[in-house]
């Protein structure tokens, strides 16, 4: 009874948004418009994630070597001096434009190796 009402629900429901990439190629063309998005939509969403999340890393290195004497305490140290002197904030900065720059990168990168790698 579960599965059937499961079944009935998913049929009666809108396609969510972004569902249109997760869906199968057609068959027969394999290697469509949809095939290159998805390998560059695919490349730019993991690029901006990987380097996203090494932005803080990224702000502690900078401000070591900016004032090496105030940031000597190692990656952890210096990530708990910016945050006890600036908010937990601070070590975001420069996320959105190192995600935005990563996703154009990882979009032409990954996008560009599936077109090269057929044609």
């Known amino acids: 009874l579960f599965l059937y009402s499961f079944l009935v629900f998913q049929r009666t429901m809108a396609p969510l948004p972004g ?10 063309s394999k290697y469509d418009l949809m095939y290159y998005l998805k390998g560059s939509a695919a490349g730019g969403i993991c690029c901006s994630i990987t380097h996203g999340a090494l ?5 502690v290195k900078t401000r070591v070597q900016l ?12 990530m708990r ?3 006890a002197e600036e908010g937990a904030g601070a070590l975001a900065t420069g996320l959105g434009a190192t995600c935005f720059g990563y996703f154009v990168q990882g979009w032409f990168k990954f ?9």
């Open 55 to 59: 932005c803080p890393v990224d702000v």
């Open 81 to 83: 001096t910016i945050i």
């Open 19 to 28: 569902s249109v990439l997760l869906a199968p190629s057609p068959a027969g």
């Open 67 to 78: 004032d090496p004497v105030k940031y000597n305490s190692g990656l952890i140290g210096g």
């Open 111 to 119: 996008g560009g190796v599936e077109f090269f790698k057929i044609q």
